[in-house]
């Protein structure tokens, strides 16, 4: 009867909160021209960033997304709603968080759990891919 119990229990959970039979998604990497979307800064502390971003897909819950990101120099703070994991593939970012500073180049993969609040200095230009794990729908989501 447990057993039983469990077994739906699981099904249930692979199919709604990994969505399992979800569609795959494939992305190229954009070009630094072409379809970006702009991703507003609020908190600019130095020059004039400018930061834009191209989605590739997400998971059928909206749980999950990936794509590429990228921005112009300047300094300035991000607040992270969501975890996000980075793979740096252009450029350089110094990136402060709880005084401690990490220097991100192209090979470089970084976590920032949700509810970092960071502070960028992109000497330069970056440009980094992006995977975001929304918690919160995907608890939504399953109950």
């Known amino acids: 009867m447990i057993r039983r119990i469990l077994n739906v229990l699981t099904r249930i959970y692979v ?14 990497l954009p070009p630094r021209d072409g379809e970006w979307e702009d991703q507003p800064l609020h908190h600019i502390f130095e020059g004039e960033p400018v930061a834009r971003a191209i989605e590739f897909g997400q998971s059928v819950d909206g749980g999950l997304s990936f794509g590429t990101w990228d921005c112009s120099a300047g300094r300035f703070q991000w607040a992270y709603f969501a975890d996000e994991v980075i793979t740096i593939l252009e450029g350089e970012a110094f990136v402060v968080i709880d005084g401690k500073t990490e220097h991100l180049v192209p090979g470089s993969v970084f976590y920032f759990p949700f509810g970092t609040v960071a502070y960028w200095h992109v000497p330069e230009y970056i440009r980094k891919q992006y995977i975001l794990r929304h918690p919160a729908r995907l ?3 399953f109950f």
Not at 15 to 28: L, W
Request: proline share 0%.
């Open 139 to 141: 608890l939504k989501r």
């Open 15 to 28: 199919k709604r909160v990994h969505a399992r039979g979800a569609e795959f998604a494939h992305g190229t």
